[in-house]
């Protein structure tokens, strides 16, 4: 059975920092892209970073230079990494699994994780 | 940017079908897929591929896309199904997310 446990939210001050970490199992978890994405409350869905099996990163402006994502693939985990944190980054924060079809570039997401929420606030 | 635009909210009868549309440039070129998320609960995918069930989601869930709309219908919808969803693409190395659509079965 798939399985993403995220961990590590909680409440940090504006401009600190906070590191999530998500357990993933049941699935070859070097093989497939995985994602961050997180939603604010009460509202929609934001992808904020993703890795590729070959270690490539990517990640939307709104925190680019402010996150960073890493996998250890040894360790079937994955990581995101949170500096100058600001009150617009209150979310859950999901880990996802990703499946990108042969044919195109399209990612959809098979398997989330339950979810980790992150409060920034004084 | 690439923006997928939704109905905040569609309403439907017990029993009826429900169709939330998701709507966006040239849509129709692109792989669309669609999430299912209940309050306190993470999405689910419903939809991949344009109109492809994952294994586990009721035949009543289809989809379809063409031209710069795709559409979730839900046929015989049941109160279980009130929940929100998301529909998301990809473009230029960026997924997507539409704003969602809040699904009321009244």
């Known amino acids: 059975e798939v399985q993403l446990v995220e961990s590590g939210g909680g409440l940090v001050q504006p401009g600190g920092s906070l590191k999530l970490s998500c357990a993933a199992s049941g699935f070859t978890f070097s093989n497939y892209d995985m994602y961050w994405v997180r939603q604010g409350i009460g509202k929609g869905l934001e992808w904020v970073s993703v890795i590729g099996t070959a270690g490539d990163t990517y990640y939307p402006d709104s925190v680019k230079g402010r996150f960073t994502i890493s996998r250890e693939n040894a360790k079937n985990s994955l990581y995101l990494q949170m500096n100058s944190l600001s009150a617009g980054d209150t979310a859950v924060y999901y880990c996802a699994r990703a499946v990108v079809p042969a044919a195109m570039p399209d990612p959809h997401f098979d398997y989330w994780g339950q979810g980790t929420l992150v409060t920034v606030s004084s | 940017s690439y923006e997928l635009t939704q109905p905040p909210s569609v309403s439907v009868s017990p029993g009826q079908t429900a169709s939330i549309t998701c709507s966006g440039d040239k849509l129709g070129d692109k792989y669309v897929c669609w999430y299912q998320q209940k309050p306190g609960q993470s999405p689910v995918l419903v939809i991949y591929?344009?109109?492809k069930r994952p294994s586990g989601i009721p035949e009543r869930f289809s989809g379809s896309n063409s031209g710069n709309t795709a559409t979730l219908t839900i046929s015989g919808t049941q109160a279980m199904d009130e929940a929100d969803y998301y529909c998301?693409?990809?473009?230029?190395?960026?997924?997507?997310f539409g704003g969602g659509t809040k699904l009321t079965v009244l």
């Open positions: 998301q693409a990809w473009d230029s190395s960026t997924v997507v």
């Open positions: 591929q344009d109109n």
